[in-house]
T-cell receptor
Framework: AQKVTQAQTEISVVEKEDVTLDCVYE???????LFWYKQPPSGELVFLIR??????QNEISGRYSWNFQKSTSSFNFTITASQVVDSAVYFC???????????FGQGTELSVKP | SAVISQKPSRDICQRGTSLTIQCQVD?????MFWYRQQPGQSLTLIAT?????????ESGFVIDKFPISRPNLTFSTLTVSNMSPEDSSIYLC??????????FGSGTRLTVV
């Protein structure tokens, strides 16, 4: 079965704290792609990162970093020094064949308080 | 990456009526996807729309309720028919675009009263 699990439904932190959003995926395929999207209160989906199954290098983009570990089927997302503007729902997603459908996790609602 | 213009951004509709949502892409794309996001929930794929063929619906979604048109490679519509309050959701269209994977429209926030 193809599945994405985001066990954290809601997370609340105080500004400047670091926060990690967990994502665990299941797939039988050896070739797949993982994504993170941000959905602010306005509702649109903002692309954050795409990672293919053959690239296990961690990535850093400003305050954002991603840890991809195939051994544990995890693709976790860390925000360093969180800001109020980071408040949003974050979705992890999986696609297991190019052009196929995205399978979304349940989402994690992050609230960053000043 | 592609830019998608989705209309309307929000609407409040009476039960029993229908609403058509439009998505216009600034480049030609083969596949367009329609998603539903019920309040507080994740995104669920409704159907995949290819130009020149019938849309492919996911389990639990039927053409009579969610008819889709795909007249060309840059445009698609989704109609929510005979609406009930349970149809209150955000509806999003999406296209597959290169390295970024998928680009999403800004969404249509539908409330059925």
């Amino acid at each position: 079965a193809q599945k994405v699990t985001q066990a954290q439904t809601e997370i609340s932190v105080v500004e400047k704290e670091d926060v990690t959003l967990d994502c665990v995926y299941e797939t039988r395929d050896t070739t797949y792609y993982l994504f993170w999207y941000k959905q602010p209160p306005s509702g649109e989906l903002v692309f954050l990162i795409r990672r293919n199954s053959f690239d296990e290098q961690n990535e850093i983009s400003g305050r954002y970093s991603w840890n991809f570990q195939k051994s544990t089927s995890s693709f976790n997302f860390t925000i360093t020094a969180s800001q109020v503007v980071d408040s949003a729902v974050y979705f992890c997603a999986l696609i297991y064949n190019q052009g196929g459908k995205l399978i979304f996790g349940q989402g994690t609602e992050l609230s960053v308080k000043p | 990456s592609a830019v998608i213009s989705q209309k309307p951004s929000r609407d409040i509709c009476q039960r029993g009526t229908s609403l058509t949502i439009q998505c216009q892409v600034d480049s030609q794309v083969t596949m367009m996807f329609w998603y539903r996001q019920q309040p507080g929930q994740s995104l669920t794929l409704i159907a995949t729309a290819n130009q020149g063929s019938e849309a492919t619906y996911e389990s639990g979604f039927v053409i009579d309720k969610f008819p889709i048109s795909r007249p060309n490679l840059t445009f698609s519509t989704l109609t929510v028919s005979n609406m009930s309050p349970e149809d209150s959701s955000i509806y999003l269209c999406s296209v597959l675009t290169g390295l970024r994977g998928y680009t999403f429209g800004s969404g249509t926030r539908l409330t059925v009263v």
